[in-house]
């Protein structure tokens, strides 16, 4: 064990050290070293190489192998989605939503404007986002492959991915928020037990903001809400008014709840406020009182929105009996909150103090039934792990893996321990083992961990700094996501794989639980051109539609002819089915650029504004004559 690995180990089982941050953290924050903190050990470098040698085997996949898992990943301020394959680590796909992508013509083609939506103009609302969250829809508390969302925290969008086609088909701003953060869907519905699968998802405010946002200079007027989207329509059904804020959310397995982490409930506008408290709060929203009291009409709406509101604050909270939100306390800036897979507790991770708070659902749910008094007592475990505790995974077997910012470790502990520690037995040793990690981690997930079939194989963990791990490329270094083997008593740091940045969340799954389609139906496409007959042009006044069909190595009609001052919208179809023949379509000085997968229809429209020979092509490596895949655009003066 290193220095760093025993010292910590001390101040973890020392409970008399238990709020020892809670005093030195605003003198840290004030300097340098708690923002970065970045120390670095030596010793602690060279246990891991030494440990990595036996699992390496297991993730080096040979030519041709698959992977076992899909990893979906955000991509932080890139704006994007990202599939991975685990435990090999290679980035497989990325999907755009947010943010234009020329690949794939994402925010140039008709199709993908729509999704993303546009000004009056025609051109994007938005070309930025930062994506944190990732989770895949439900049921029976497994993936079951039909969706994934993402947040854009800067524009308050959620996104949602379709699992057949890895595309993304909808994407919904969030009315009287800023700063969407967390986001988590429901596993089942919480009264009717036919509903097994998500039909919401959760979005938490993480900002607070005037309502309605008229530029008040007074922020104890502000307001955080927290949203509920329809998983099908992707509408937002409906927002809960609360006191503080909103962090990161987490849902239960019954459907009953859905609790969001409140680093500020001092309701501060800066930093040094934002901690003054040495308590904050897990706030639990009980989602069918909510949704009968928006039945029932207790709601109001803020502004242009018709989004119902109701009323979750504490002072209108008082009753448990009637409660629509409970709010537990929590110390001390807490982050990440995650749900156990065996449906029994939330898990806090309280950043600014040294602790993990485990919070017992069905004493969370006795207190909405009047049973307790004091929702507090539904804390089991509050419990010391190392400095800077932000996100919390599982193996299935009682362990929890929780991250520590601070100190550069995953802390591995178990939740039963835990509970006994706190409950008096101080001989009860929770901590069963640390690994440094390279360096900073932030999230942290393991295999199938969000399901209540986590398999405690592998665990990845969000490094935000690589420092010397990578070849230097410049100022800006790659993220690091480690794979740790967890299948052992101990963990054991088997690869680094470098991102680029920078991801925050991701799940893990088993590979079976999905099924892509491998080719695109054309009932998906109104504006299908199902055969090459159905190509050629027409003309309406000045507009004109040129419908083409693209198959190896041509495309159909091979030449068109146009005015200067045309609107054009053209309508390719990829009319081969052979799986991964993908073709490309570039238009040189008129900005466009997208592929066609088998049998996807895209259409783009734009302005023929000036005269000349323009050759479109394809650019997607597709036939011994894909050089000679090209056309004429004739516009004449
Ligand atoms: S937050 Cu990034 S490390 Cu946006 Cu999930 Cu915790
Ligand atoms: Cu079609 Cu290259
Ligand atoms: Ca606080």
């Given at each position: 064990?290193?220095?760093?690995?025993?010292?910590?180990?001390?101040?973890?089982?020392?409970?008399?050290?238990?709020?020892?941050?809670?005093?030195?953290?605003?003198a840290?924050?004030?300097?340098?070293?708690?923002?970065?903190?970045?120390?670095?050990?030596?010793?602690?470098?060279?246990?891991?190489?030494?440990?990595?040698?036996?699992?390496?085997?297991?993730?080096?996949l040979?030519?041709?192998?698959?992977?076992?898992?899909?990893?979906?990943?955000?991509?932080?301020?890139?704006?994007?989605?990202?599939?991975?394959?685990?435990?090999?680590?290679?980035?497989?796909?990325?999907?755009?939503?947010?943010?234009?992508?020329?690949?794939?013509?994402?925010?140039?083609?008709?199709?993908?404007?729509?999704?993303?939506?546009?000004?009056?103009?025609?051109s994007?609302?938005?070309?930025?986002?930062?994506?944190?969250?990732?989770?895949?829809?439900?049921?029976?508390?497994?993936?079951?492959?039909?969706?994934?969302?993402?947040?854009?925290?800067?524009?308050s969008?959620?996104?949602?991915?379709?699992?057949?086609?890895?595309?993304?088909?909808?994407?919904?701003?969030?009315?009287?928020?800023?700063?969407?953060?967390?986001?988590?869907?429901?596993?089942?519905?919480?009264?009717?037990?036919?509903?097994?699968?998500?039909?919401?998802?959760?979005?938490?405010?993480?900002?607070?903001?005037?309502?309605?946002?008229?530029?008040?200079?007074?922020?104890?007027?502000?307001?955080?809400?927290?949203?509920?989207?329809?998983?099908?329509?992707?509408?937002?059904?409906?927002?809960?008014?609360?006191?503080?804020?909103?962090?990161?959310?987490?849902?239960?397995?019954?459907?009953?709840l859905?609790?969001?982490?409140?680093?500020?409930?001092?309701?501060?506008?800066?930093?040094?406020d934002?901690?003054?408290?040495?308590?904050?709060?897990?706030?639990?929203?009980?989602?069918?009182?909510?949704?009968?009291?928006?039945?029932?009409?207790?709601?109001?709406?803020?502004?242009?929105?018709?989004?119902?509101?109701?009323?979750?604050?504490?002072?209108?909270?008082?009753?448990?009996?009637?409660?629509?939100?409970?709010?537990?306390?929590?110390?001390?800036?807490?982050?990440?909150?995650?749900?156990?897979?065996?449906?029994?507790?939330f898990?806090?991770?309280?950043?600014?103090?040294?602790?993990?708070?485990?919070?017992?659902l069905?004493?969370?749910l006795?207190?909405?039934?009047?049973k307790?008094?004091?929702?507090?007592?539904?804390?089991?475990?509050?419990?010391?792990?190392?400095?800077?505790?932000?996100?919390?995974?599982?193996?299935?077997?009682?362990?929890?893996?929780?991250?520590?910012?601070?100190?550069?470790?995953?802390?591995?502990?178990n939740?039963?321990?835990?509970?006994?520690?706190?409950?008096?037995?101080?001989?009860?040793?929770?901590?069963?083992?640390?690994?440094?990690?390279?360096?900073?981690?932030g999230?942290?997930?393991?295999?199938?961990?969000?399901?209540?079939?986590?398999?405690?194989?592998?665990?990845?963990?969000?490094?935000?700094?690589?420092?010397?791990?990578?070849?230097?490329?410049?100022?800006?270094?790659?993220?690091?996501?480690?794979?740790?083997?967890?299948?052992?008593?101990?963990?054991?740091?088997?690869?680094?794989?470098?991102?680029?940045?920078?991801?925050?969340?991701?799940?893990?799954?088993?590979?079976?639980?999905?099924?892509?389609?491998?080719?695109?139906?054309?009932?998906?496409?109104?504006?299908?051109?199902?055969?090459?007959?159905?190509?050629?042009?027409?003309r309406?006044?000045?507009?004109?539609?040129?419908k083409?069909?693209?198959?190896?190595?041509?495309?159909?009609?091979?030449?068109f002819?146009?005015?200067?001052?045309?609107?054009?919208?053209?309508?390719?179809?990829?009319?081969?089915?052979?799986?991964?023949?993908?073709?490309?379509?570039?238009?040189?000085?008129?900005?466009?650029?997208?592929?066609?997968?088998?049998?996807?229809?895209?259409?783009?429209?734009?302005?023929?504004?000036?005269?000349?020979?323009?050759?479109?092509?394809?650019t997607?490596?597709?036939?011994?004559?894909?050089?000679?895949?090209?056309?004429?655009?004739?516009?004449?003066?």
């Open positions: 064990m290193s220095q760093d690995q025993s010292k910590s180990q001390e101040l973890a089982q020392n409970p008399a050290r238990r709020k020892f941050l809670n005093t030195t953290a605003l840290g924050l004030s300097g340098a070293g708690l923002a970065a903190g970045l120390s670095l050990s030596p010793a602690a470098t060279t246990t891991a190489h030494a440990a990595a040698s036996d699992s390496a085997s297991k993730v080096h040979k030519p041709g192998e698959l992977d076992e898992y899909y990893g979906l990943w955000s991509g932080g301020h890139t704006g994007d989605f990202r599939v991975l394959g685990i435990p090999s680590g290679r980035e497989l796909l990325r999907v755009p939503c947010f943010t234009p992508d020329a690949l794939i013509g994402w925010g140039i083609t008709n199709e993908s404007k729509a999704v993303m939506g546009t000004k009056p103009d025609g994007l609302e938005f070309t930025v986002g930062d994506t944190h969250h990732t989770h895949a829809s439900y049921k029976d508390g497994n993936y079951d492959g039909r969706y994934a969302w993402i947040n854009d925290k800067i524009n969008r959620i996104a949602r991915i379709r699992l057949d086609y890895f595309i993304c088909d909808k994407i919904t701003k969030l009315p009287n928020v800023q700063g969407f953060h967390g986001i988590f869907p429901d596993k089942r519905d919480p009264v009717d037990p036919k509903v097994n699968y998500t039909t919401r998802v959760f979005c938490g405010g993480e900002f607070s903001i005037p309502l309605p946002n008229v530029g008040t200079e007074d922020h104890t007027q502000y307001r955080s809400l927290f949203s509920c989207v329809d998983a099908e329509t992707m509408e937002v059904r409906w927002q809960v008014l609360i006191d503080g804020n909103c962090d990161l959310v987490a849902t239960s397995f019954d459907g009953k859905a609790a969001s982490n409140q680093y500020n409930t001092e309701m501060g506008a800066r930093f040094e934002m901690m003054s408290a040495e308590r904050d709060s897990c706030i639990f929203f009980n989602i069918a009182r909510i949704e009968a009291a928006v039945k029932a009409g207790k709601f109001k709406t803020y502004g242009a929105s018709k989004v119902p509101v109701v009323d979750g604050t504490k002072a209108s909270n008082k009753d448990p009996k009637t409660a629509l939100v409970g709010y537990v306390s929590v110390p001390k800036n807490p982050h990440g909150v995650n749900a156990s897979p065996d449906g029994k507790y898990i806090c991770a309280g950043k600014l103090s040294p602790t993990a708070t485990v919070i017992e069905t004493k969370v006795e207190w909405f039934d009047g307790m008094a004091d929702i507090d007592k539904a804390i089991v475990a509050e419990v010391e792990l190392g400095l800077g505790p932000l996100h919390t995974a599982f193996d299935g077997r009682g362990n929890a893996y929780t991250t520590l910012f601070l100190d550069s470790q995953v802390v591995k502990w939740v039963d321990a835990a509970i006994k520690f706190h409950a008096g037995d101080t001989k009860s040793q929770y901590v069963v083992d640390r690994l440094d990690v390279h360096y900073q981690p999230h942290i997930n393991a295999t199938q961990s969000e399901t209540m079939f986590a398999d405690g194989k592998w665990l990845a963990v969000g490094c935000k700094f690589s420092k010397d791990r990578y070849l230097p490329v410049g100022p800006m270094h790659a993220e690091n996501e480690q794979l740790i083997d967890i299948s052992g008593e101990k963990m054991v740091l088997v690869a680094d794989h470098p991102v680029r940045p920078e991801p925050h969340d991701f799940i893990m799954f088993r590979r079976e639980l999905l099924s892509p389609k491998p080719i695109y139906q054309h009932e998906e496409f109104p504006l299908a051109v199902t055969k090459v007959e159905d190509a050629g042009v027409t309406n006044g000045n507009k004109v539609t040129v083409m069909a693209s198959y190896a190595p041509a495309f159909e009609p091979r030449e002819k146009l005015k200067v001052g045309d609107e054009v919208t053209l309508i390719l179809t990829n009319l081969d089915r052979i799986e991964d023949l993908t073709h490309g379509f570039a238009l040189p000085d008129h900005n466009i650029n997208f592929i066609v997968n088998p049998q996807e229809t895209k259409s783009v429209t734009f302005k023929a504004d000036k005269p000349g020979v323009f050759w479109y092509y394809c997607h490596f597709c036939h011994a004559l894909h050089l000679e895949m090209r056309g004429r655009m004739i516009v004449e003066a």
